[in-house]
């Protein structure tokens, strides 16, 4: 089976399931695959997106369940963990759209949310949201990377293409990451 077929025949799940977690690079991949026309842009941005809310959703409700036991198990998030708080009881609905932008705090926002015992309601709602956002934030960068980066690609041996496409979709990713971390290490007003 090649590649191509295979990406066409399992490429929205193996996106879904990439981004239950972290998945900024799988969303980007599929922005790539949507730009070599394997993948329709709206099923990557939906499916993306779809990933990004139930992944979210499972540790909301985990948190609200477990979440104090759980957390108390993470030594090293301690710090974040007390920032994350202050976050949530003064931007709730911030912190939950925007948590997913987090550098560090993907997986433990939404627990650290949950234990907060903000409304499910409310979660969900503004959960949707930055999911959607998020998804076509990453699905467009990998798209417009695509556009930039195929021309040039064009000659380049098919093992090694994919190679470099990995790389700069790494290399993406930590750009994104750095920047947001920088905007995270603001002061707080």
Not at 134 to 144: D, E, K, N, P, S
């Amino acid at each position: 089976m090649h590649i191509h077929h295979f990406i066409i025949l399992y490429g929205y799940w193996a996106l879904f399931i990439g981004c239950l977690a972290e998945g900024e690079t799988v969303a980007m991949l599929g922005g790539l695959a949507a730009h070599q026309g394997l993948l329709h842009y709206g099923g990557v941005v939906a499916s993306v997106a779809l990933g990004g809310i139930t992944g979210d959703m499972l540790l909301f409700f985990l948190g609200r369940r477990y979440g104090y036991r759980l957390l108390k198990r993470i030594k090293p998030a301690r710090a974040k963990m007390k920032r994350a708080r202050r976050l949530i009881l003064r931007h709730p609905l911030l912190f939950v759209m925007g948590v997913r932008f987090m550098y560090g705090f993907r997986l433990l926002g939404p627990l650290l949310i949950g234990v907060s015992r903000l409304s499910p309601l409310t979660f969900i709602l503004f959960n949707i949201i930055g999911a959607a956002l998020w998804a076509v934030i990453f699905v467009t960068l990998g798209y417009w990377g695509g556009q930039i980066i195929m021309p040039w690609l064009s000659n380049v041996d098919h093992h090694l293409r994919m190679v470099l496409l990995v790389a700069v979709a790494l290399m993406l990713v930590w750009l994104v990451a750095g920047f947001i971390r920088r905007l995270m290490r603001r002061p707080e007003e």
